[in-house]
């Protein structure tokens, strides 16, 4: 059966999505958040396989890109992915719903889906950093607020504007 006109769908972020991912983030993000095109393409081949979009109404209205990782580990903001080789946590590092989409759980949904992934990988935990005061989202999502391993990673935390908290979600 068919998945009706309406239903979203769930997908592998493609690089010919690119310029859909661009049009949603310049939709959601104040200018100090917005990542360079070449930046999420060079992401998106270090961990094809941990980036999706979600489609509705004929087309891209929502992403999130992630990358396996280690717990207390975090991507700067405007840095490269560091793939772990003994990865034990799926790192959500960007999640963005278009704001005309709003409402149709497509986040959520994007979410339950990398959730699926990681625990098939055998990954125990996910985990973020939460910006432009979407704490509240993710504690709906069971993430709760953490400590970065060290004052390195403290210090990649420090690159995102405003309150950004590092937050961790057990997979179980």
């Known amino acids: 059966m068919a998945p009706a006109p309406d239903a979203a769908r769930v997908r592998a972020m493609r690089a010919d999505d690119l310029d859909a991912v661009l049009a949603i983030q310049l939709a959601c993000y104040g200018a100090g958040f917005v990542e360079d095109g070449v930046l999420i393409a060079r992401r998106l081949a270090t961990a094809p396989h941990t980036g999706w979009v979600a489609e509705h109404g004929g087309g891209v ?31 959500l590092h960007d999640l963005a719903v278009h704001p005309e989409a709003s409402g149709l759980g497509l ?6 889906h990398a959730w699926a992934h990681a625990t098939q990988a055998g990954w125990l935990h996910s985990t973020l950093v939460s910006v432009q005061a979407s704490v509240g989202f993710w504690e709906r999502q069971g ?23 590092y937050m961790a979600r057990r997979l179980d």
Do not use: C, M, N, W
């Open 107 to 112: 986040g959520p949904g994007l979410v339950r």
């Open 61 to 91: 209205r929502a992403y999130l890109a992630g990358y396996p990782s280690v717990i207390g580990k975090l991507t700067p903001l405007h840095g490269e992915f560091e793939v772990a080789p003994d990865a034990d946590s799926l790192y």
């Open 143 to 165: 993430y709760v607020a953490t400590q970065p391993a060290g004052t390195d990673q403290q210090a990649r935390l420090a690159t995102y504007p405003g309150a950004s908290v």
